[in-house]
């Protein structure tokens, strides 16, 4: 069986009604108020999460990859299915006794999104959902978002931390990814720090962006940071992020990239002594990620459309990279340079680029966000 890539974790469905153009000359209040009827002009549905948008852009960047994520047996999770299936995906881990998680997103003219979410089957995702023969044959195993998911943060992340010792046990290269925490929701009465902990030992691979590690490992840094808006929108990445990765290595994970937003991203690894198991596993050059760390600034995007899906995408052009055999700074720089692809595109996965194309365009001189001329 050939070596694969798996990308398991959160699952969902995205609803996002698309509302007249005339709602921009509304107030908020009088679109959204008791008994009245709005009439829409569509709605664009597509899946989301990080199964949906790491997984299939694995995929699509030449990748065997198997996807689990959890589902109901429902009418939402039949479209999921059936997007999976239009990429050639399957790997659904179907549950009669949960539902499929969905959000609804009310995407308003001049108003920031406003999110209806329902975790649904994620939040019953454990480690008994994933059978030993779904490891089989897999090189790397990625999770996404259990910040999202109810069972893999609670008692302090217990079914997290025993999912990752059992694919390390079995010499799989692991890779984790976690999301936005709402402080008032139970995640946000999580000990993330804790969490943290536990689990980094068995993480080969932590890949979080600033704003959600700020805030889990460092709410001083958090709340100095936090003046209501894009708290990443300037942020100078050596005095504000470089510590945190410095952190996450001390904590025990072997390789950190951390996503900064429009700031750029930040990479740290561990020692030789740490690092060289992943690096035999890989095929790496031990000495090429052996005590390395840098900043990439994000690289200037031909147009911006949308965001959605820069940050998963950006992951799975690193991981490829990684298995490609680049070093940490190139797979950054891949990184990067997928993510200002992605902006270019309505979607999380239409705007993705062949690996091999991003480098002959960086290495031609990509302008970067900031850069002159």
């Known amino acids: 069986m050939a070596e694969t890539i798996i990308s398991a974790g959160h699952i969902c469905l995205d609803i996002t009604p698309v509302f007249p153009a005339n709602a921009q000359r509304q107030a908020l209040g009088d679109i959204l108020c008791p008994g009245r009827l709005i009439?829409?002009?569509?709605?664009?549905?597509?899946?989301?999460?990080?199964?949906?948008?790491?997984?299939?852009a694995l995929k699509l960047l030449g990748n065997e990859v198997r996807l689990l994520g959890k589902i109901g047996c429902?009418?939402?999770?039949?479209?999921?299915?059936?997007?999976?299936?239009?990429?050639?995906?399957?790997?659904?881990?179907?549950?009669?006794h949960s539902a499929t998680s969905y959000s609804v997103v009310l995407a308003v003219p001049r108003y920031d999104r406003i999110f209806l979410h329902d975790p649904g089957a994620n939040d019953s995702f454990c480690l008994t959902d994933i059978p030993d023969e779904a490891l089989e044959g897999a090189k790397l195993f990625h999770f996404g978002?259990?910040?999202?998911?109810?069972?893999?943060?609670?008692?302090?992340?217990?079914?997290?931390?025993?999912?990752?010792?059992?694919v390390k046990e079995r010499g799989i290269v692991t890779s984790l990814d976690f999301a936005a925490i709402d402080p008032n929701s139970p995640a946000g009465q999580a000990d993330w720090k804790n969490i943290l902990c536990a689990v980094l030992p068995f993480v080969d691979f932590f890949v979080p962006s600033f704003e959600e590690l700020c805030w889990m490992l460092d709410r001083e840094r958090y709340d100095r940071l936090n003046c209501g808006g894009d708290i990443t929108e300037g942020l100078?990445?050596?005095?504000?992020?470089?510590?945190?990765?410095?952190?996450?290595?001390?904590?025990?994970?072997?390789?950190?990239?951390?996503?900064?937003?429009?700031?750029?991203?930040?990479?740290?690894?561990?020692?030789?002594?740490?690092?060289?198991?992943?690096?035999?596993?890989?095929?790496?050059?031990?000495?090429?990620?052996?005590?390395?760390?840098?900043?990439?600034?994000?690289?200037?995007?031909?147009?911006?459309?949308?965001?959605?899906?820069?940050?998963?995408?950006?992951?799975?052009?690193?991981?490829?990279?990684?298995?490609?055999?680049y070093g940490p700074a190139d797979c950054t720089a891949l990184a990067a340079a997928e993510g200002a692809c992605c902006v270019t595109a309505y979607d999380a996965l239409g705007g993705i680029r062949p690996i091999e194309e991003l480098m002959e365009r960086i290495r031609a001189g990509w302008p970067l966000l900031n850069q002159e001329g």
């Open 39 to 56: 009439h829409m002009e569509g709605a664009d549905i597509h899946t989301g999460g990080s199964v949906a948008n790491t997984g299939l």
């Open 74 to 96: 429902d009418a939402f999770g039949s479209v999921v299915k059936t997007v999976m299936a239009s990429y050639g995906a399957g790997g659904m881990i179907e549950d009669p």
């Open 145 to 166: 978002y259990p910040p999202l998911m109810k069972k893999m943060y609670e008692e302090d992340g217990k079914e997290l931390v025993a999912l990752f010792r059992r």
């Open 236 to 325: 100078d990445l050596q005095a504000e992020a470089m510590p945190l990765a410095e952190k996450l290595i001390a904590m025990g994970c072997r390789a950190v990239l951390i996503k900064c937003g429009t700031s750029g991203m930040v990479y740290r690894t561990a020692d030789r002594e740490s690092i060289s198991q992943v690096c035999a596993r890989l095929g790496a050059d031990p000495d090429a990620w052996s005590g390395k760390s840098g900043i990439q600034p994000c690289f200037r995007a031909d147009c911006v459309r949308s965001g959605t899906g820069a940050g998963d995408v950006s992951i799975a052009a690193f991981l490829t990279a990684v298995l490609r055999g």
